[in-house]
């Protein structure tokens, strides 16, 4: 019977002249390269088999948390640190976005509803798109309220309030209306298709957003990530096509 012996290597150099030098806090075993002088874990115990970005990948794809765990095999703990530490880590939203709109762009604005927690506690998710580039140019989570369509104006970059826009005729809108170039349309013009097709694809890839769903977040902070996720995967698929 052949038998196969893995010879350890240092991941800096190369190397095969290295030696155990104890454990970590979590009981992993170092080792020293006596060529480089380095020390570190070559093995983590209890590394998990798959990597975070599938992790997201699958949240993407219109899986629910519990989905998520009964398929990776992990706890709602694991996926939860993941998506604290992947928050952490997440870039500005305004550098996905490009900071000057082609004079010929429009914006689109619309709001989506969705919910957390409960039924009752509805969150709408308004955005500007971009109809040239299909990018969200902004876009806030919070009540139906002209409030809350001054928080999604005030993070619009002011060169994308300069061109055209279109919305539908919801009274919140009327705040553009002084600005000159915004126009209150009803859906049958077919001016806001763009960014009702874009509501469509977010309801194909996340059951968040889907009516009468039974998938939702249960905390604030998790329905504005996963948003927040989506969001900045779609827009930086959108900057991958133009480059
Ligand atoms: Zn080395």
């Known amino acids: ?10 991941p800096h150099c190369a190397s095969e002249n290295i030696v155990k030098d104890g454990f970590t806090k979590g009981r992993n075993q170092r080792v020293l390269c006596k060529e480089c002088n380095k020390s570190r874990v070559l093995h983590k ?16 794809e219109r899986l629910s948390l519990c989905g998520v765990c009964r398929i990776f095999l992990i706890s709602y703990y694991q ?3 993941m998506l604290n530490l992947s928050f952490m880590v997440m870039p ?20 989506l509803c969705g919910f957390c927690g409960k039924k009752k506690h509805k969150q709408w998710l308004w955005a500007a798109l971009s109809r040239n580039t299909r990018q969200i140019v902004a876009y806030v989570i919070g009540d ?9 104006i005030r993070k619009i970059p002011i060169e994308w309030l300069k061109i055209q ?4 005729a919801w009274k919140s809108y009327s705040l553009l209306l002084s600005k000159g170039n915004h126009n209150m349309i ?58």
């Open 165 to 168: 826009s279109y919305s539908d």
């Open 92 to 111: 500005k939203f305004k550098t996905w976005v490009l900071a000057k709109p082609a004079s010929d762009d429009v914006l689109e604005f619309d709001e």
């Open 186 to 243: 009803g859906k049958e013009t077919g001016q806001t298709n763009h960014i009702e097709r874009y509501w469509a694809t977010r309801r194909a890839r996340m059951s968040r957003y889907v009516r009468k769903s039974l998938s939702f977040s249960r905390k604030l902070r998790y329905h504005h990530l996963v948003t927040k996720l989506f969001i900045m995967d779609y827009n930086l698929q959108c900057l991958s096509t133009l480059f």
């Open 1 to 10: 019977m052949l038998s196969t012996t893995n010879i350890e290597k240092c």
């Open 144 to 152: 139906r309220s002209e409030k809350t369509f001054r928080r999604l």
């Open 45 to 60: 115990k209890n590394a998990l088999p798959f990597s975070f970005e599938q992790i997201k990948r699958a949240f993407l």
């Open 79 to 81: 996926v939860y640190k």
